[in-house]
């Protein structure tokens, strides 16, 4: 759905990477005869990782392929309300250990801006019991975004 991440270059050719996102959420109210039940989910991908650019890019360059991975934690977070005559509410939160590979593209637009594209795939452990459908999120993914370069 969205995230942010900072990329530290090493190197011309190599940035260390920290990003925080929202792979997933997802909202539901169900009304039955004898009550009212709401739930909410949302999964919360936190990675550090590499983009290793291929080939080394020149000085000036605008556009620079790259490859990623990274590897973090998987936060689920999972809350309900239910009345049926009385409110219970429930909340609970779960963490799996995966990662992410990919490949993009950094497009210079001038010398501090840029868009990049990046499309990967995130490899994740089980939850031990589902978040919202789900007990796993593996899956690709595909982002568009805005960045400064200094």
Partial sequence: MGSIAYAYGLRENVAVTLSAGVLTTNASSNVEFM????????????????RYYVPAPE??????????VGVGSYMGFDSGVNFDGAIVT?????????????????L??????????NAGYNLMTDFSQPIGARSNYNGGDFSLG????I
Avoid: C, M, Q
């Fill in 146 to 149: 805005i960045g400064w370069a």
């Fill in 90 to 106: 429930e909340s609970r939160s779960e963490s799996a250990f995966g990662g992410r590979l990919g490949v993009g593209l950094d």
């Fill in 59 to 68: 000085p000036g360059a605008k556009v620079r392929p790259f490859l990623s």
């Fill in 35 to 50: 009550g009212v039940r709401s739930e909410a989910s949302t999964v919360v991908p936190i990675l550090v990782g590499l």
């Fill in 108 to 117: 210079f637009t001038g010398y501090h801006f840029k868009f990049v594209v």
